[in-house]
């Protein structure tokens, strides 16, 4: 069964840093693995998409890692601004026979960013 | 730029009472998501549709939950009766295909479900 988990939970930095959100998951059989931001009382948007033959992928300010070996993947965030405070997900897609297009979430980072 | 409709965008019910949400796809997308998000967790796929057939439906509880997409475009998620349980974010998604890279989803704003 393919689980998905986050650290930290919460995360609460100042303005300016650079900082990184992880994501783990128990089977390496993965299709691709997507981020999201949510903010709150509101839907997913979705950051970036690793597919499982891509090492990383870059948006901006944000880019997105994928070990698929060794079942991690990496946000990272340059330069935070109180505008990226949010929720960050990650989620995996299961590939091979198990592949029907379901998400399969972490519990997400909460990220607050000070000014 | 399209996106994904939901209605209503907040629900508060008593228990036992019956609930429905609607959702709306992007234009042209065959599949169809329902999942729930309870407060401080991540979504879990409730079910899924392609078309109008269902492709996943493991994890609704069906004592309660039904979900029909008659027509393979809207979908409506129901809950009778409600329990206190069920209070959640229940999000609505959609993608083009049901594999391949086409399968992106596209998240809907969410029904926040109050039950009482």
């Known amino acids: 069964k393919q689980e998905v988990t986050q650290i930290p939970a919460a995360l609460s930095v100042p303005e300016g840093e650079n900082l990184v959100l992880n994501c783990s998951f128990t089977d390496s059989a993965i299709y691709n693995l997507q981020w999201f931001r949510q903010d709150p009382g509101k839907g997913l948007t979705s950051l970036l998409l690793i597919q499982s033959s891509q090492r990383e992928q870059t948006s901006g300010r944000l880019n997105a890692s994928l070990d698929k070996s060794s079942g991690r993947s990496t946000l990272y965030i340059a330069a935070s601004q109180p505008g990226d405070s949010a929720t960050y997900l990650c989620a995996v897609r299961r590939g091979g026979s198990s592949n029907t297009g379901k998400l399969i979430f972490g519990q997400g980072t909460t990220l607050q960013v000070k000014p | 730029e399209a996106e994904v409709a939901q209605s209503p965008r907040y629900k508060i019910t008593e228990k036992s009472q019956a609930v429905a949400f609607w959702c709306d796809p992007i234009?042209?997308?065959?599949?169809l998501y329902w999942y729930r998000q309870i407060l401080g967790q991540g979504p879990e796929l409730l079910v899924q549709?392609?078309?109008?057939?269902?492709?996943?439906d493991s994890q609704l509880p069906k004592d309660r939950f039904s979900a029909e997409r008659l027509k393979g475009v809207d979908s409506t998620l129901k809950i009778q009766p409600a329990e206190l349980g069920d209070s959640a974010m229940y999000l609505c998604?959609?993608?083009?295909?049901?594999?391949?890279?086409?399968?992106?989803?596209?998240f809907g704003p969410g029904t926040r479900l109050t039950v009482l």
């Open positions: 998604a959609s993608s083009l295909t049901l594999a391949g890279d086409d399968n992106e989803q596209f």
């Open positions: 549709f392609q078309d109008e057939s269902v492709v996943d």
């Open positions: 234009s042209g997308h065959a599949t």
